[in-house]
């Protein structure tokens, strides 16, 4: 009965209108938020440590100017004061000399900052920080860092320096920073943008081919660019393709040959049922007999058909691993050749053994033997009487490699694919009896254990198959 395949139309959005919504779309805006925000916390930083720097440097300058007026009398203090506020090339210093009862007596300061903190005049000043003020100086109004002491006379001194060099460094500074931040979030944004566009025309890609897949075209691959996770995440499901489609091709080359091969059998039961019914009448018990026991050989033939298809399937089905244990491979095949050397002797084959001592593989022993069971007895079926069977086991690098060869008409190259499917029967063996389902359950034994199977020609004159089986694990 051949498999109808039904294409389904499966309605698939736009990725355009989807590509807002996308997680690299989302991880984008991630990556520019958290960008901002761990640069907004840099500036902040930095414009604090610069600006506590600065002011560490206008501290030490003021100490330096307190010790240095602390050298002069009280006498000549005003006179110091106003002599160096003459000397300035430009106005970044300011001083202001207070009598006790606030009266100015020198310097450009016009008053005593009233939030300002005097140390004594003994005090060595290493350890005083200034005070951050806003002092008026004649019409302006100025930001100043200033320190300020009391005389042995009770007067109070005060010094100040202008914290617009500070201002002006931090300004710069600021300035640089956020033009240089802004730069490089702009070009991660526009890099970050290009590869999302990148990766959503994959995406895209994906989606049409996935579509297509889903649409019943299984024909259909995911494209593989690369190395990335993409690319891996497509090969593992481009082999799962390969897989579905292989077993699909199976099911319907399944049907279809069972469907022709039972054919003959059936219409054969047939005949002989019907040609029992009209002559039981007048036939005798001999002959109603033997029609019957043919009857039953052709419904045997067919079950015994059915029953093939099923151990095929049974052992392509993966819980069969849970019945894995470590198998002897040379006990197994040392079995196997006493089971069928009386066999080869009967038909005067020369079968000839070499059993190498090999390491334990980890497989399931029954459907193991049952596979090599069909190997060897292909081999002494399809070799004529006097002919030659070899079985050998021996110890690879890689593992045990277990090979069958024999003196039979071989396989042609174009049909050693085919004869590893379900119910193919080569050109040259067609007329010996069979099912065609031997190599098939092989095969599914060899892929349930994950072994490679290979087909070549024999050596030597009477050349035949000489089929071999490596029993380690293969990535295909």
């Known amino acids: ?49 610069v600006n506590a720097a600065m002011q560490r440097e206008t501290d030490s300058g003021l ?12 006498d000549d203090l005003a006179t110091s004061i106003d002599a160096r506020i003459r000397r300035q090339a430009h106005q970044r210093n300011y001083y202001g000399l207070f009598a006790p009862d606030g009266r100015r007596l020198a310097g450009d300061l016009l008053s005593v900052p009233p939030a300002l903190v005097f140390e004594r005049f003994t005090h060595p000043h290493d350890l005083e920080q200034g005070n951050t003020l806003w002092f008026d100086v004649g019409a302006w109004r100025v930001r100043v860092r200033a320190m300020g002491e009391v005389r042995a006379d009770g007067s109070r001194l005060v010094v100040a320096r202008t914290l617009d060099d500070v201002q002006r460094v931090r300004d710069e500074l600021l300035k640089a920073l956020v033009v240089g931040g802004c730069a490089c979030l702009l070009g991660g944004l526009a890099a970050g943008l290009l590869l999302s566009v990148r990766q959503m025309r994959r995406v895209a890609d994906i989606r049409r081919v996935t579509s297509r897949i889903a649409g019943g075209d299984l ?30 091709d199976e099911v319907k080359g399944a049907c279809d040959v069972v469907a022709h091969d039972l054919r003959t059998p059936l219409v054969q039961l047939k005949l002989r049922l019907a040609t029992l019914a009209e002559s039981l009448p007048h036939a005798g018990a001999a002959e109603s007999a033997s029609v019957l026991a043919a009857a039953r050989d052709d ?58 001592n090999v390491g334990a593989v980890w497989a399931d022993r029954a459907l193991l033997f049952e596979a090599f069971t ?30 069958v060869v024999d003196s039979g008409p071989g396989i042609p190259e174009d049909e050693r694919q085919c004869v590893l499917t379900r119910y193919y029967r080569g050109e040259r063996t067609r007329h010996v009896p069979g099912t065609g389902l031997g190599l098939g359950i092989v095969t599914a034994v060899v892929r349930l254990h994950d072994f490679r199977l290979s087909i070549a020609d024999a050596d030597g004159p009477a050349s035949g198959a000489f089929i071999r089986v490596d029993c380690w694990p293969h990535d295909s």
């Not at 058909?305 to 691993?321: K, M, N, P, V, Y």
């Open 299 to 356: 419904t045997d033939a067919i079950l015994g058909r059915f029953a093939a298809l099923l151990r095929i399937s049974e052992i392509g089905s993966l819980r069969r691993r849970r019945a894995f244990s470590s198998v002897a491979l040379d006990v197994l095949v040392t079995e196997l050749c006493d089971l069928y050397t009386p066999l080869a002797d009967e038909r005067r084959i020369a079968f000839t053994v070499s059993i190498e």
């Open 219 to 248: 024909a259909q691959r995911l494209p593989v660019s690369g190395q990335d996770e993409f690319d891996m995440l497509a090969r593992l499901v481009n082999q799962m393709l390969d897989e579905i489609e292989r077993l699909m």
């Open 63 to 74: 100490r330096w100017q307190l010790r240095y007026f602390d050298g002069y009398a009280n």
């Open 374 to 403: 069909n190997l060897l007895d292909n081999a002494i079926k399809f070799t004529p009487d006097g002919g030659h069977v070899g079985v050998r086991l021996r110890q690879l690098e890689a593992g045990p490699q277990f090979s």
């Open 1 to 49: 009965m051949p498999v109808v395949q039904a294409r389904i139309r499966v309605p698939v959005a736009d990725p355009r209108h989807e590509r807002w919504r996308s997680t690299v779309f989302r991880w984008f805006i991630a990556y520019a938020v958290i960008f901002s925000v761990a640069f907004t916390a840099l500036l902040g930083l930095i414009e604090y440590s």
